[in-house]
């Protein structure tokens, strides 16, 4: 289904009944990266999942004119507004899906019941984020067929498994080959920050909160997070080992433990 907004198209998935949790993905990826994921979480809890595709990604196109952060959170807001109207709901964001999750939680805290970030961006600006040093902690041998894929896999993996590579091929490469890269440069370049960065963390967020990061997170890492760990009210923080951004891939069934035992 989609949720329009003027010049914007929103692609969303609801599944199941429930207590409404809005899934976001990461940037220039599609919900796919997640889906696998949460879906193994959920088991026979009560939710209703409902995944979106960003704008200019997966199967949401991209705006006839651009857009910034603060706009696509207003076309988040509305689209809440939409299809979940004013009943709580939980929120599960990765990595820019987990920026925007807490643009969301900043304007309706109320309304949040729930909150799960996974390796999420605190900092826009790449260029000032707090980055381990990347490391490959381990690595299966296995035979692959293409080797240009393979790569890119390792590029971003710190546990190197087959099954790791196998759910890469079906959650995270097809998201990156769908959408519109043209939009998404340029977004990156003039609207990837919030206008209110500086003022996210203003106020402490109170809802229950599990904040799980990758110890081997080259691309957002893990101190900015914790660094805004007194924040959380009741936040759960949990520092996943042998992981790196992509930390469904590595360490998937310690992922799944966490939300399934939180999301009660």
């Known amino acids: 289904m989609y949720y329009f907004d003027n010049n914007v198209k929103v692609f969303y998935d609801s599944i ?3 207590r409404p949790l ?8 599609d919900h796919r990266a997640v889906k696998g994921t949460v879906e193994e979480s959920i088991k026979y809890k009560n939710y209703k999942r409902i995944y979106i595709d960003l704008p ?10 651009m857009i910034d952060a603060d706009e696509l959170l207003s076309i988040l807001l509305k689209l809440i507004d939409k299809i979940i109207g004013t009943e709580p709901f939980s929120i599960l964001g990765y990595s820019y899906g ?5 643009g969301l939680v900043k304007f309706i805290p109320e309304q949040v019941e729930k909150l799960i970030l996974l390796a999420p961006v605190v900092k826009a600006n790449a260029k000032q984020r707090n980055l381990p040093e990347k490391t490959k902690i381990s690595s299966e041998f296995f035979k692959v067929e293409n080797k240009t894929l393979f790569t890119q896999y390792q ?5 190197i498994t087959e099954q790791g590579y196998k759910n890469f091929l079906k959650e995270i490469y097809p998201g990156l080959v769908i959408g519109d890269h043209d939009f998404q440069k340029t977004f990156q370049e003039i609207g990837y920050a919030f206008k209110f960065e500086k003022s996210l963390f203003a106020k402490p967020i109170i809802c229950d909160s599990l904040i799980i990061l990758a110890e081997q997170d080259d691309i957002v890492g893990f101190q900015d997070t914790l660094d805004h760990e007194k924040d959380f009210y009741n936040g759960s923080f949990v520092l996943i080992k042998n992981a790196g951004h992509n930390m469904q891939l590595d360490q998937r069934e310690s992922v799944i433990t966490e939300i399934y ?3 009660s």
Do not use: C, Q, R, V
Request: hydrophobic share 45%; proline share 6%; aromatic share 8%.
């Open 16 to 18: 199941g009944e429930g």
């Open 22 to 29: 809005l899934i976001i993905h990461g940037f220039a990826i």
């Open 56 to 65: 200019g990604m997966g199967n949401s196109p991209a705006p006839d004119k």
């Open 98 to 102: 987990g920026y925007l999750a807490l």
């Open 155 to 159: 590029a971003s993996a710190a546990n």
């Open 261 to 263: 035992n939180f999301l």
